[in-house]
């Protein structure tokens, strides 16, 4: 090996000599992978194959030491550094171009206190490794609901899921975290220390240094709980929309119901000819007991006339990976996304009109309901702003053939352009494709001065760049 070349934060490259590689790589209790390097490939690999970028290096971490001295070195030498937990997020900005790759995936252990009801938690692990952990001592805290996704990016994006109309967010639900910052240094943040950082990592996503280990509040949960879905035939879609709207403004906190408009997957309990045939899907979690939530769940019931109900009490961790099926990694994935407070008929019919010519058999449009314990949060109390939002809605384009690319896009794009005199212009961070940099600031809304003020505090060279980015106050051009 000569030397390598890595991305610089200035433009152009950095060119580091061999023996420079190899005395960062003996530092590390983990491991330095250059291309063609064991590891290399997987660890640039994310969740969205429209991501096909090539680091110039991958760190691969075993503790906050390695993270530390990876930050040193990045800035030390001005190079471009990329964060990946779960490598789940849209952006793809998990994976930078040419420079520096802190990979974190390996660092995925969780461990529960069942008697403070507490979990300590790596920033590599899955939502599957923490849920599976936590439900051995009927424990959970709110995530989302695809058990691939990463803890990490989640949580400082805000995260919400099946618990978190009555829990909260999961970033609500930090009690403290570790943090190495662009210094290099590890803080520990929580309400006590460092509380304007803590403030910070409850939404404001990878912006202010790398988390090398959560610690997150616990509830009491299943093991099995009463969730499932039922199934819709298109045609009575507006109505039964219609009748969702009432049944969502008037249920409890234990009551989520996500509405998702798509084709039929094949599944075993839909009868055959519906296969492929567009449906409204309700997709429903209840957090208590049966018969209170079997009483809840009543005037859902009653709405239209379903395909197939197939809600019963299923272990938590099970439908917390319901979904994996139909969000496989490895796919070409688009989304468009908006905050609503309201769903009004004229958005209902916009949304069953483009339901009604899916680009592919893989696009959805769902509609995730929030609201409950996520909104009776001021809005200045944490870095997420959207606690006015009721419902958060997400088209999901997906394609395997390229040559479907353009016109899911389109779909999609023109979708969300209609839509959006309905909605409220905010939107979730975590929610935001690569291409929506001018729409950073409503993802922060009114707290984005405050986060830009404490990007100054804790990353003015905006080392932590490769991110939903909020530019340090001065930095900003001037308005
Ligand atoms: P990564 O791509 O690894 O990370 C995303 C970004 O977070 C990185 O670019 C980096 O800036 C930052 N980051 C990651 N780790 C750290 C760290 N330790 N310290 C500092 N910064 C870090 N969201 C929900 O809220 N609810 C859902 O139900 C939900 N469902 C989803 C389903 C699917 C199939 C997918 C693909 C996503 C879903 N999301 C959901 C969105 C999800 O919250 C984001 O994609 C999130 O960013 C994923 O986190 P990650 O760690 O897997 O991602």
Redesign the pocket.
């Known amino acids: 090996m000569t030397e390598i070349r890595l991305a610089s934060l200035q433009g152009g490259a950095i060119a580091l000599g061999s023996d420079t590689i190899a005395a960062f790589r003996q530092t590390l209790r983990g491991s330095l992978s250059l291309p063609q390097e064991p590891g290399y490939d997987e660890a640039r690999t994310?969740?969205?194959a429209m991501i096909d970028r090539h680091p110039g290096a991958v760190v691969r971490c075993r503790g906050a030491a390695d993270?530390a001295r990876a930050v040193r070195f990045a800035r030390e030498h001005g190079l471009i550094l990329?964060?990946?937990?779960?490598?789940?997020?849209?952006?793809?900005?998990?994976?930078c171009e040419d420079g520096l790759l802190?990979d974190?995936?390996q660092m995925r252990s969780v461990r529960i206190d069942p008697v403070v009801r507490s979990a300590r938690v790596e920033?590599?692990a899955?939502l599957a490794d923490f849920d599976r952990e936590a439900q051995a001592f009927g424990l959970a805290t709110p995530?989302?609901?695809?058990s691939?996704?990463?803890?990490?990016?989640?949580?400082?994006?805000?995260?919400?899921?099946w618990l978190?109309r009555k829990f909260g967010?999961?970033c609500d639900n930090l009690i403290s975290a570790d943090?190495?910052t662009a210094e290099g240094e590890l803080l520990q943040a929580s309400a006590t220390e460092n509380s304007d950082l803590f403030w910070a990592?409850h939404g404001g996503?990878?912006?202010?240094?790398?988390?090398?280990s959560?610690e997150f509040r616990q509830h009491s949960v299943g093991p099995m709980v009463l969730s499932g879905l039922i199934v819709h035939p298109f045609a009575r879609a507006k109505e039964i929309l219609a009748g969702y709207r009432e049944v969502a403004a008037r249920a409890p906190d234990e009551l989520t119901v996500w509405v998702v408009l798509r084709q039929a997957p094949p599944l075993p309990f839909l009868p055959p000819e519906v296969h492929g045939k567009e449906v409204l899907v309700f997709a429903v979690c209840y957090t208590d007991d049966e018969a209170s939530g079997n009483r809840a769940l009543e005037p859902l019931r009653a709405l239209g006339q379903p395909i197939a109900d197939v809600i019963g009490m299923q272990p938590y961790a099970a439908w917390q990976s319901a979904?994996?099926p139909l969000?496989t990694?490895g796919a070409y994935?688009y989304?468009k996304s908006h905050n609503f407070v309201e769903l009004s008929d004229d958005l209902f019919g916009i949304l069953t009109s483009y339901a009604a010519r899916l680009p592919t058999p893989e696009c959805e449009v769902f509609i995730?309901q929030v609201g409950g314990a996520i909104n009776r949060v001021a809005v200045d109390a944490t870095a997420y702003p959207h606690r006015g939002a009721n419902f958060v809605m997400?088209v999901?384009t997906r394609w395997r053939d390229r040559a479907d690319e353009r016109r899911s896009i389109d779909w999609a794009r023109q979708l969300f352009t209609e839509t959006a005199p309905h909605a409220t212009g905010g939107v979730?961070?975590?929610?935001m494709p690569e291409d929506e940099t001018e729409r950073v600031p409503s993802a922060y809304g009114a707290n984005y001065s405050r986060l830009a003020a404490l990007k100054v505090k804790y990353d003015p060279g905006n080392l932590?760049r490769?991110?939903?980015n909020v530019q340090p106050a001065a930095e900003r051009p001037a308005a």
Not at 82 to 95: E, F, L, T
Not at 148 to 156: E, S, Y
Not at 428 to 431: I, L, S
């Open positions: 994310i969740w969205n993270i990329a964060v990946r937990g779960g490598g789940h997020n849209i952006a793809g900005n998990a994976v802190i974190l995936s920033p590599g899955t995530l989302g609901i695809n691939t996704t990463g803890v990490a990016g989640l949580t400082l994006g805000g995260g919400f899921g978190s967010l999961a943090v190495i990592l996503g990878g912006n202010f240094g790398v988390v090398s959560f979904f994996d969000l990694p994935n989304w995730g997400n999901h979730y961070v975590n929610f932590f490769l991110n939903q």
